[in-house]
């Protein structure tokens, strides 16, 4: 007897840890997410943009600044094996967007409402919340100065909170004001920090001279006393500073949103001015945060375009759905309309003439698929076609192929009557459910 070698089982390969796969039925509810913020983007006369995920590494350090945390040590850089350019994963989407306006002279014409959604990468210890890819869903508007967009802004963020059906979210705003105005602040803030200097943390003394605005960011307990007595930035600001964040204010009281003034917020990045935001909530632990953003007037400049203002935000897709699911908002797994049940193999192509008949009228049909040795008994379809949630069955027998018909059977309460229709009757009911759907 000659020894047949088996082949051996290949090592079983998982995901990238912080990189998660989102399966159904869970996917059901991004895809609610997303249709949610397509309808209210298209409202507000926002337009779609794509970029690519992989980006030239200088756009980033370029755009977010060096002494950030996103590129001194988030970021997933690696040199391409052709040509040696130097390239990131997208980090976030600002950059990217603003890289292919300016490509692209985009603002030609006028300025630009944009909104996108995708992957980002950071290289962070996974946790609530806060994974290595993560999702966003941002909204950019381009080539307009007023405080009117900056309102527009978080009044479309706003307005999406309440089509979610989500509660307990707080705004909180802060102005940083214009370079010279930061300079001035910077540096009192530096000798104020100094006069401290046994009280900071590693990372504060770290970006004591390089970044000190970002210490006002500090999540490190031990700092909050430090952080409370600094000198605040809207002390510094200069009259059109002012004015513009008054004006802001001025909308957002007029259209009743509540927001607190939070002098510590500074944002991550190094491209903000005068405007920065953000919604927050307790009920995420320490990723309080679900979306945030601000005015980035100089970017564009940055990134080798025409100076332009510009202010955006971006949103956390996974900390947002989060929040749906505790509110007990998060959308029903869609289910079929039919299930298809086929008594045996010989009646396929008939059944998947009137399957292909339905789906082209509109209907979401599941069709049983059956194996090698046959389609199953008709009694374990039927457990599968009411398992499935379909609110009718299909029922492909012998005796209805023979008729060229088929057997509808209602498989929830209010679906009516079993009955048997022809190809013709069976488009005139399914268009009759249609509109009573």
């Not at 602040?185 to 000190?212: F, G, T, V």
């Not at 018909?405 to 309460?413: L, N, Q, S, Y």
Request: glycine share 8%; aromatic share 8%; proline share 4%.
């Amino acid at each position: 007897m000659v020894e047949v070698n088996k082949p051996m089982r290949a090592e079983k390969l998982s995901a990238v840890k912080g990189m998660n796969d989102v399966l159904a039925p869970e996917s059901a509810a991004w895809e609610w997410l997303e249709a949610k913020v397509r309808g209210l983007m298209a409202r507000y006369a926002y337009r779609n943009i794509r970029t690519p995920i992989v980006e030239p590494t200088a756009l980033f350090v370029r755009g977010l600044g060096e002494v950030t945390d996103i590129v001194e040590k988030e970021m997933y850089s690696f040199e391409d094996r052709l040509n040696g350019e130097a390239l990131t994963l997208r980090p976030e989407c600002t950059a990217g967007v603003v890289r292919a306006v300016v490509e692209h002279a985009m603002l030609y014409d006028g300025g630009k409402r944009l909104y996108y959604m995708g992957p980002m990468f950071r290289h962070e210890r996974p946790q609530r919340g806060r994974y290595r890819q993560f999702h966003q869903i941002g909204a950019e508007v381009l080539g307009f100065a007023g405080a009117e967009v900056d309102a527009e802004l978080i009044l479309l963020a706003d307005a999406l909170w309440r089509e979610l059906g989500l509660t307990g979210i707080r705004l909180e705003l802060n102005s940083l004001g214009q370079p010279s105005e930061r300079l001035a602040h910077r540096a009192a803030l530096i000798a104020y920090l100094q006069c401290h200097a046994a009280a900071l943390d590693a990372d504060a003394q770290r970006r004591l001279h390089s970044n000190p605005l970002r210490i006002l960011d500090s999540k490190n307990p031990a700092m909050t006393e430090i952080i409370d007595g600094a000198p605040r930035l809207l002390d510094y600001l200069g009259d059109a500073s002012l004015a513009h964040f008054n004006a802001l204010r001025a909308i957002l009281d007029a259209n009743e949103v509540a927001y607190s003034i939070n002098p510590r917020l500074v944002r991550g990045m190094d491209y903000y001015n005068l405007t920065v935001f953000e919604f927050v909530t307790d009920r995420l632990g320490s990723q309080g945060t679900i979306c945030g953003g601000g005015r980035y007037d100089y970017l564009i400049e940055q990134i080798g375009g025409k100076p332009a203002p510009a202010v955006g935000w971006a949103l956390g897709v996974e900390r947002v759905l989060e929040l749906v699911r505790e509110e007990g908002g998060a959308p029903v797994l869609l289910v079929p309309d039919m299930y298809a049940v086929i008594q045996d193999a010989s009646a396929m192509p008939f059944a998947m003439k009137t399957i292909q008949m339905l789906r082209s009228a509109g209907l979401s049909v599941l069709m049983h698929a059956g194996s090698a040795e046959g389609m199953g008994s008709m009694k374990n379809q039927f457990k599968k076609a009411d398992a499935s949630g379909a609110r009718f069955a299909l029922v492909f027998g012998l005796d209805e192929v023979a008729q060229e018909a088929v057997t509808v059977k209602p498989m929830r309460e209010g679906g009516g009557a079993q009955a048997t229709h022809t190809l013709l009757n069976l488009l005139t009911w399914a268009q009759t459910l249609q509109s009573n759907a």
